[in-house]
């Protein structure tokens, strides 16, 4: 059964990369993509180039932290009624396992909490090797409009 509060598809995630105003969002700037929507989980892409290195050369903390809060964040907000409520990231936090230099991210949320007040998501990020490269957690408000 789909903890999404109505169908979505890969043209809804698209039309809310581009931000409320159009002028672009950290999604668009990070390459970040969602590519998959099951009944319980969604997931994100992000290129593991240059672009999100730190100094080192290595992806940095901050990108893997991006890519989690907005794998979260989206399902956050699938997950309730979008027209009375909107979810917003209260709390993370990121456990960075793996360095990645190249390749593609790939972030999975599943639930771990769908409440009327907050949602509570886990997040893993593997690299193009399929390899563990960071788990998060994400608290997210369900605020009302």
Not at 47 to 67: E, F, R, S
Not at 124 to 135: D, F, K, Q, R, Y
Request: proline residues 3%; contains cysteine.
């Amino acid at each position: 059964m789909s903890i999404w509060f109505r169908p979505i598809t890969l043209e809804d995630c698209v039309r809310l990369d581009a931000g409320m105003g159009g002028k672009g969002t950290l999604m668009q700037t990070l390459g970040i993509e969602i590519s998959e929507i099951g009944d319980d989980y969604l997931k994100a892409t992000m290129p593991a180039g240059p672009a999100v290195h730190n100094p080192l050369g290595i992806v940095h903390g901050g990108a893997n932290v991006a890519l989690a809060e907005t794998v979260a964040s989206y399902a956050a907000n699938f997950a309730v009624d979008f027209e009375q409520y909107y979810c917003v990231g209260q709390e993370i936090n990121a456990n960075h396992l793996r360095a990645s230099r190249n390749g593609v991210l790939t972030a999975t949320a599943k639930p771990i909490h769908l409440g009327k007040r907050s949602s509570v998501w886990e997040i893993v990020i593997h690299n193009s090797a399929g390899e563990l490269t960071c788990i998060s957690r994400m608290t997210a408000a369900v605020v009302k409009r």
